[in-house]
């Protein structure tokens, strides 16, 4: 199969029937072997029904319906694992993707040897409030994640070969960061690929505040985890280090001002009105609590099943 579809949803029932006929229609004038997947992430509209109608008439479409609304990235991770084409594309299902841009994506898979090709919307026609938040987002996740070339991580247009989508796991909200995890996870050549967005034709953007700043979140979490994700007590135990140094130089302190103390008849001291005795009493409880939280991670690394789990490019 060439080109495997994944299509997360969330009450876009209006819109699923025009993106269908789009996507066949653009199948057939390439002469592509494809399925389209629908994941239903717990719609509380028609959706669902609507799927269900458009396979009727399209054995090629394939659905999955959530239970209930567990968010975007869980949906793509499922849609990827039933995935079968040599090349998977994401879009989303508000029409503001345009299908049209899938031969160029498929080409760059497969003829330019990319691993993931990630769509640029370039000219956008999202209000300021989110256009304004989603250029400072891709500013800092460039930047931390050392992806310099691309301009817009959380485009939901995306192609990756198969084997990409089947060595990611894509969990929480970490959907924004599907280049980044690609990176960790071996597959450095990702291209961009400008694509063209279309202003929202039915229903209501998903976008809030909230997103924003979970976005920020993650992309800590996710940066500190490709940096110690395996070795945790590389960090907890430089900054317990850092600490009982602080706090033993803390304590010489206190004693050389207590000797001075005891020799000068005239200079009363007390450890106790120190702030250097408060000082290095904290410093040995929180450097104590680093080590402690670096060996407990390192407990749970060396007990985890992907512990020694890599992505074998080539074997004999």
Same mark, same amino acid.
């Given at each position: ?148 070339? #691309? ?67 993650? %992309? ?25 140094? %602080? ?14 103390? %005891? ?17 290095? #009493? ?35």
């Amino acid at each position: 199969m060439d080109i495997s579809v994944v299509i997360p949803l969330y009450n876009e029932a209006e819109s699923l029937p025009e993106l269908t006929q789009w996507i066949e229609r653009v199948m057939r004038a390439g002469g592509y072997t494809y399925e389209i997947i629908f994941v239903n992430d717990g719609s509380t509209d028609s959706s669902w029904d609507v799927i269900r109608s458009l396979q009727q008439s399209n054995p090629c479409i394939h659905g999955i319906s959530f239970a209930r609304n567990y968010g975007k990235s869980p949906a793509l991770n499922t849609g990827f694992r039933k995935a079968q084409g040599d090349v998977v594309i994401t879009m989303d299902a508000d029409l503001q993707d345009s299908p049209d841009e899938i031969p160029g994506l498929y080409r760059m898979i497969t003829e330019e040897g990319y691993d993931l090709v990630s769509g640029w919307k370039k000219k956008r026609y999202d209000p300021l409030s989110k256009t304004i938040p989603t250029k400072l987002f891709n500013a800092t996740a460039r930047r931390v994640s050392g992806i310099g070339n #691309l301009h817009d991580f959380n485009c939901g247009l995306k192609a990756y070969k198969n084997k990409v989508v089947k060595h990611i796991e894509v969990y929480g909200d970490m959907h924004r960061y599907i280049p980044y995890l690609a990176k960790n996870a071996g597959f450095t050549k990702i291209g961009e690929k400008v694509v063209q967005h279309q202003a929202r034709k039915y229903g209501k953007t998903k976008f809030g505040l909230d997103r924003f700043v979970n976005g920020y979140l993650d %992309l800590g979490t996710l940066w500190f985890q490709s940096k110690f994700g395996v070795k945790p007590m590389h960090i907890f135990g430089l900054l317990g280090s850092l600490m009982f140094f %602080l706090g033993f130089v803390a304590t010489f302190i206190i004693l050389i001002l207590k000797c001075v103390a %005891l020799c000068s008849s005239s200079y009363d001291f007390y450890v106790t009105n120190s702030v250097y005795f408060y000082l290095a #009493l904290t410093a040995m409880v929180i450097g104590t609590q680093f080590f402690l939280a670096g060996f407990i991670g390192e407990l749970i690394t060396r007990n985890s099943v992907e512990r020694n789990s890599y992505q074998i490019s080539e074997e004999f």
